[in-house]
């Protein structure tokens, strides 16, 4: 089966990402394929590369971009949330005449019609959070 | 944006809207996601459940809290074709609010028929 995911809260407040993420995996170990993981809300957080939690704790961004590396999944932060919220790529920082950019490898920035579209060409969308 | 709308298949598509409307961001988010949904051309509902009536109501007066009144933008989503909109009928009467205390025109169906929309739809985004 062709999956979307909807990943709509950042991480460590709730267990969304961490859920997301571990259904993200399982379904790849059955097989099953993961069309795109689309960051809303505060999701978009799970996609800056600044967090630096205590390490005998779970890195919840870096467990996506390392899932993304090794099974090229395709994780889209929403850019309209990304803005309100800080978490941008280098072109987007350029173009908004900020300082500096954070996301993380494995995550690009999109529009909500990233979203549309994965539910579209997903046999199921699920959603996580909110 | 091209290779998008390029895309041609139709779903059902179901935006869920369960949470108030300003104290947290979702009410608002989820009406960008309709608005960017349009574009697509696929078979779109809205629902409003629990909390989510109150996204609906007439009068609401922001200007204290700052935030923008986005309760206009319901009635624009006529434009853009999108004009079914389902209210759960329990949570209006729990919150003891009327059909007539809405901003726009919406069909109010009971909780086990919104269940079976609910049901029919191939694609739920729920906020």
Known sequence: MKFGILVNEGPYTHEASDTAYQFVKAALAKGHEIYRVFFYHDGVNNGTRLTVPPQDERNVVKRWSDLAAQHKLD??????????RGLMDAAEAKRNGKDADNIAPGFRISGLGQLIEAGIQADRLVVFGG | MTQETQVRVSKKFLYVNRKAPYGTIYALESLEVVLIGAAFEQDVSLAFVGDGVYQLTKGQDTKG???????????????????????????????????????????????????????????????
């Open chain 2, 65 to 127: 809290l700052e935030m923008k009144n986005f309760s206009p933008t319901f009635r624009a989503l006529e434009d853009y074709d999108v004009t079914k909109l389902y209210v759960e009928k329990e949570a209006l009467e729990a919150r003891g609010l009327l059909e007539a205390d809405l901003v726009v025109p919406v069909e109010v169906v009971s909780a086990q028929r919104m269940a079976e929309i609910m049901e029919a739809q191939d694609v739920i985004l729920s906020f």
């Open chain 1, 75 to 84: 994780l889209v932060v929403c850019i309209a949330a990304a803005q309100r």
